[in-house]
């Protein structure tokens, strides 16, 4: 979450879920909440129900998007010059927090430059969204009191995912709907344990707690603690990491649980990578297509077999219990720390307790959890001290990084367009029933959704002479696959949407190699496509 | 606030204006038994068996829509109140199939706890009986109307928590069913599975399809987990018996409460495919050849050490997982960082 982190000085959201039941405005941006996180969506519903206004972002007609009071359908990658727009709006009405930007906040000289150059007509013509309606939104949103940004992958995906994250902040910040409850930034994570991996380090830049590998302090704390000398050099990105291994400079990898073959943008070049690797070790559940690749196969064991912890989207770490016996025999922590001893590190670890305290007595904002006390419940980090209670809310006094950042940022074009070879647009997401991988090997769920379906448009589908159904090849200047139809109009003409839940119709294949500079993330959203009617 | 001091079967009580009666009894420990109320949804007052004395009123009030008020005296333990609710049972009875020996709610049915305490085993009335056609042509759940007793529970629930408004009542009298518009299948509705309806069910009427069968509630073990899907951190009990897992029930989490979407609820059947893997593989001439752990690790420490002398710490890259737990995390981060010597380390945070 490198946006957040520089504004703010931290990655999060800023409040906690339950913050939208009482919310008095909610604006949602990119985000198919009702599907990718139901529970976050049957509440955010429910607050729309009880009187909470509803803005939502999205070229698709999400559910959410149906029952808004503004539904904005913005043109695909037109996320930073419609957040510009309202800001334009705002200081020009002279609706910004002056008393939260001049006491918390740096920089607003060059975030003012910036917006002034995306006067409402022009912000109109980029995103197609009437000039009317960019005024009413922006009014609504700087006067509303509880007013809360949501987001997900639609606006991280993007070429300028981190900027698109930035000017949510910006917005945010010049109107003071930060630090309150009922406020803030909330970028909503899609995997379980996707904050906690990034809490735990799992980053090529920081050791666990957002401490980093090249301050010499923190270097010698964790040498102390692991009794080893540490590089203070960052470290390679999951795409960096691939170039590497195409090129013949990353030759051994040790993949734990993920499947980017299926999941990682552009996947020949993935494959192609780990085909050069000289020795690849992939732990995993199943036979997935990325451990066909290994040269050794580590089972797994499930969420239900080993005991733990899972950090949620809030920050809030909760435990995850052994329920029963591993299949593989043994839990993954176990695998992993053999492996560790049997390579020097002679630390033998009876119990994830043990893994957590030690990880905790490292990382000040996690001091303050243990087992013991998350028993039962959950504690949000920052919790410094044993009888600290959690930090639901983040920057109530200050930013994490001292003072919020403005940043002037500018719209940036998606980096592929339609054009006439590829004349659609593909964008790429979740549904309800899916998650990832493992969902398919769960016999209820396939039995109702076992099949991808690419979203048309119905005056596409005339142009291609398709219906539900039938069987189309989506192909792009990388790759192809193919895909059955559903013609719905909650796609604009255009657009084909698809998910990458299904191993038959490898939707990665076809996505952009495009990615954002500073996070490395694929732009899984926006790429240029030409799709062609199959014979069934 | 306004708070109202209430006398309820002797014992004196301050609460906010506003409480029910329901509530403010259930506060201090005093039993009113109710079915159609529940503590997530509005309060219809449909059941009445949640009736109570007060003095002044004329006739048995429902306590879970009667607002305390300042003064109010009331009992919920007298011959007429135990006589009021022994008939509603009565009544409830008269048209429920009472199989209870091979029912699935059996143990942690409200009716059948209410029938116990009130001392109820047949009903006085008898008349006709519904004859409804089970619905379980969908994978996830079994809807058996005959049992129904008509609450607005599963209703309440589609509306007012997942807000789908999926089911209703139909019909009316004796025919009335609870269900999706039209009186349709569940498959053929806009129902998303999310297992609400089935969570706030006080009897056998809406049943887990792929838990019929596995075990009483008695002899399931409960394992409080956090799910491996989004990153919300829905709370749920995994229900476990001989060893296996059955089931997933609600129970009450931070941030999820009771409910769940239909990835958390029925979701957990990956762990028990199949296809897992359950022993180390090590490639040999192209071929997966089943390994033991030791030979398996034996062999990676070998040629990561190899790795690391020829090429250098650098050669060597780690995918971390945001599906793993924090320890897993934890550990592989210290293998990379401490034991191999480099931060190459990520993991697919962006998805
Ligand atoms: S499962 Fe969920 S959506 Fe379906 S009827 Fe029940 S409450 Fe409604
Ligand atoms: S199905 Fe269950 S919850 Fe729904 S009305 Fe009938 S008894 Fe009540």
């Known amino acids: ?536 | 606030m306004a708070v109202a001091t209430v006398t309820i079967d002797g014992m004196t009580v301050q609460v906010p204006a506003g409480t029910t009666v329901l509530d403010a009894a259930r506060s201090i420990g005093i039993k009113i038994p109710a079915l159609c109320y529940d503590p997530d949804l509005s309060s219809v007052g449909a059941c009445r068996i949640c009736v109570v004395e007060i003095e002044g009123s004329r006739n048995l009030p429902a306590s879970c829509v009667t607002a305390c008020t300042d003064g109010m005296v009331v009992r919920t333990d007298t011959p007429a109140v135990a006589e009021a609710r022994k008939a509603i049972l009565e009544l409830l009875i008269a048209n429920h199939p009472l199989d209870c020996m091979t029912c699935e709610k059996s143990g942690t049915c409200l009716l059948q706890k209410y029938c116990y305490e009130y001392g109820v085993s047949s009903s006085p009335f008898q008349g006709d009986r519904h004859e409804f056609a089970i619905d379980d042509d969908n994978p996830f759940y079994v809807r058996d109307m005959n049992k129904c007793i008509l609450c607005g529970r599963c209703i309440r629930a589609c509306e007012e928590i997942v807000g789908r408004s999926v089911l209703d009542f139909s019909y009316r009298g004796f025919n009335t069913k609870a269900g999706p518009f039209m009186d349709t299948p569940i498959r053929d509705s806009d129902c998303v599975y999310c297992g609400s309806c089935i969570a706030v069910c006080p009897v056998g009427a809406l049943e887990e399809k792929k838990m019929i069968g596995k075990g009483r509630p008695w002899e399931v073990e409960k394992v409080r987990t956090t799910c491996p899907y989004c990153g919300t951190g829905c709370v749920f009990d995994l229900n476990v018996k001989d060893g296996r897992i059955i089931g997933v029930t609600s129970t009450d989490g931070d941030v999820n409460g009771r409910f769940l979407c239909v990835k958390g609820r029925f979701g957990y059947q990956f762990v028990q495919s199949g296809d897992r893997l359950k022993t180390p593989l090590i490639k040999k001439n192209g071929e997966f050849k089943e390994a033991t752990w030791a030979e398996a690790l034996n062999l990676i420490a070998g040629k990561f050490k190899e790795t690391k002398e020829k090429y250098g710490s650098d050669a060597f890259g780690a995918l971390s997982s945001a599906r793993c737990s924090n320890e897993e995390n934890y550990l592989l981060d210290k293998f990379t960082r401490a034991v191999i010597g480099t931060n190459n380390i990520d993991h697919c945070a962006r998805l």
């Open chain 1, 1 to 536: 979450m490198a946006g957040l982190a520089t504004s703010f000085g931290s990655g999060a959201m800023t409040n906690p879920i339950n913050d939208v039941n009482d919310s008095e405005l909610l604006f949602l941006t990119g985000t198919n909440a009702t599907e990718a996180h139901p529970i976050i969506g049957y509440k955010m519903r429910q607050a729309h129900r009880r009187g909470a206004k509803l803005i939502v972002i999205d070229p698709r007609r999400t559910e959410l998007a149906e029952e808004a009071d503004y539904w904005l359908q913005i043109k695909s990658g037109t996320d930073i010059a419609l957040l510009n727009g309202l800001m334009h709006i705002i200081i020009k009405e002279d609706l910004q927090d002056k008393k939260f930007i001049e006491e918390r906040c740096e920089n607003y000289e060059a975030l003012e430059a910036t917006v002034a150059k995306y006067d409402p007509e022009y912000v109109s013509e980029v995103t197609g969204v009437p000039v009317n309606i960019l005024y009413e939104v922006a009014r609504l949103y700087a006067t509303t009191k509880k007013a809360g940004i949501y987001y997900t992958l639609g606006i991280t995906e993007h070429i300028c995912g981190v900027r698109n994250v930035m000017s949510c902040a910006n917005i945010a910040m010049l109107t003071g709907h930060l630090g309150k409850p009922n406020t803030g930034v909330n970028p909503m994570r899609g995997q379980n344990n996707v904050q906690g991996a990034c809490d735990m380090g799992a980053l090529p830049n920081v050791f666990p707690g957002y401490q980093n590998v090249n301050n010499d302090e923190i270097r010698a704390k964790f040498e102390k603690a692991w009794g080893v000398a540490l590089d203070g050099k960052v470290g390679l990105k999951i795409p960096e990491m691939f170039e590497g291994a195409n090129h013949g400079t990353v030759k051994a990898m040790f993949i734990l649980g993920e499947n980017p073959v299926l999941t990682d943008p552009n996947s020949n070049h993935i494959r192609s990578g780990l085909k050069k690797l000289e020795f690849l070790v992939v732990q995993e559940l199943f036979l997935t297509e990325t451990a066909e690749y290994a040269d050794v196969i580590l089972p797994s064991a499930s969420f239900a077999e080993c005991d733990g912890t899972f950090t949620g989207t809030e920050r809030r770490v909760q435990r995850v219990r052994q329920a029963i016996v591993p299949l593989p025999g043994q839990a993954n922590w176990q695998t992993l720390n053999q492996m560790m001893i049997r390579m020097g590190c002679l630390t033998n670890y009876k119990h994830p307790g043990e893994i957590w305290d030690e990880m905790a007595s490292l990382t000040p904002s996690m001091a303050g959890i243990n087992y013991e006390r998350i028993d039962k419940d959950g504690l949000v980090w920052p919790c410094p001290t044993c009888d600290h209670p959690g930090t639901p809310i983040l920057h109530t006094a200050t930013f994490s990084r001292g003072k919020g950042l403005f940043q002037g940022i500018e719209h940036v074009p998606p980096g592929e367009m339609p054009d006439q070879d590829y004349p659609f647009l593909l964008n790429t997401g979740r549904i309800l029933q899916h998650y990832n991988v493992t969902t398919p090997y769960s016999a209820g769920i396939m039995t109702l959704w076992n099949e991808e379906y690419a979203w048309v448009n119905p005056d596409d589908a005339c142009e291609l002479d398709v219906e539900t159904g039938d069987r189309i090849r989506v192909s792009s200047r990388r790759g192809e696959c193919s895909s059955k139809v559903r013609v719905t109009d909650r796609v604009p003409k255009g657009m084909v949407w698809m998910s990458f839940h299904y191993t038959a119709s490898q939707t990665n294949a076809v996505t952009s190699h495009i990615l954002d500079p500073t996070s490395g993330t694929g732009e899984y959203k926006v790429c240029a496509v030409k799709v062609e009617k199959l014979a069934s």
